[in-house]
Structure formats: C-alpha cells, structure tokens
C-alpha cells in the first residue's frame, strides 16, 4: 500500500510555472505507474500525464504536451509535475495517481489546487 500526498499548487498568473509535488510513503514509487489527473468544476477528472514504472517512458495528453514534463526521483520517492506556459484552461484541483493493474492496486492522493489567472 503507498500514500500518496500532494504539493505545489497556488494562484498563478497565465504564462508562468509551477512545479507539483506527489510524494509517496509506505511502498517505493518505482513498484506503480505515476501519474497526475486533474478535475476542473463541474468536469469529470481527466488523465493529464504518466510515467512508467521505470520512468524511461512518459505520455501526456494533447492538451499539455510540450508543456508539462513528468518525473520521478527514486532516491526521495517523489513524483513531479512541472508546468510551464499556463492556462486559464489548466485551473483544476490536481491529482497524484499510483497504480499497478497486475495486482489491482490504484491509489489517489488528496488533491492540489492550481488556479491560473488571466
């Protein structure tokens, strides 16, 4: 079992940065795929980036790639999520994700509030 606990999110104005924070306690980040979700109101959550449990590959959806860049450090058992160039569009409660299908195990951090101004 990991527990998952997020950081990093703030008000922020369009075009600027931000770096989110997952860290994970109870197992190592390298036993699940990381990945990062994002619910905006009144919106289903959606899948915003991935990484492999090795942390060689990584997806994003369209909307953010070239964008948002995903990592992880094995050493503190951290997950990364850096935000450049932001959106209005990307204001959304963000999610750290840990998950493992071979043995079923999907597990959700509390959330991370990102606001982006225009």
């Known amino acids: 079992q990991v527990q998952l606990v997020e950081s990093g999110g703030r008000l922020v104005q369009a075009g600027g940065s931000l770096r989110l924070s997952c860290a994970a306690s109870?197992?190592?980040?390298?036993?699940?795929?990381m990945g990062w979700f994002r619910q905006a109101p009144g919106k289903e959550r959606q899948f915003v980036a991935a990484?492999?449990?090795?942390?060689?590959?990584?997806s994003y959806t369209d909307s953010v790639k070239g964008r948002f860049t995903i990592s992880r450090d094995f050493a503190k058992n951290m997950v990364y999520l850096q935000m450049n160039i932001l959106k209005p569009e990307d204001t959304a409660v963000y999610y750290c994700?840990?998950?493992?299908?071979?043995?079923?195990?999907?597990?959700w951090g509390q959330g991370t509030q990102v606001t982006v101004s225009s």
């Open positions: 109870g197992r190592s980040v390298s036993y699940y795929t």
């Open positions: 990484i492999a449990r090795s942390g060689a590959r990584a």
């Open positions: 994700n840990a998950a493992n299908t071979g043995s079923r195990e999907d597990y």
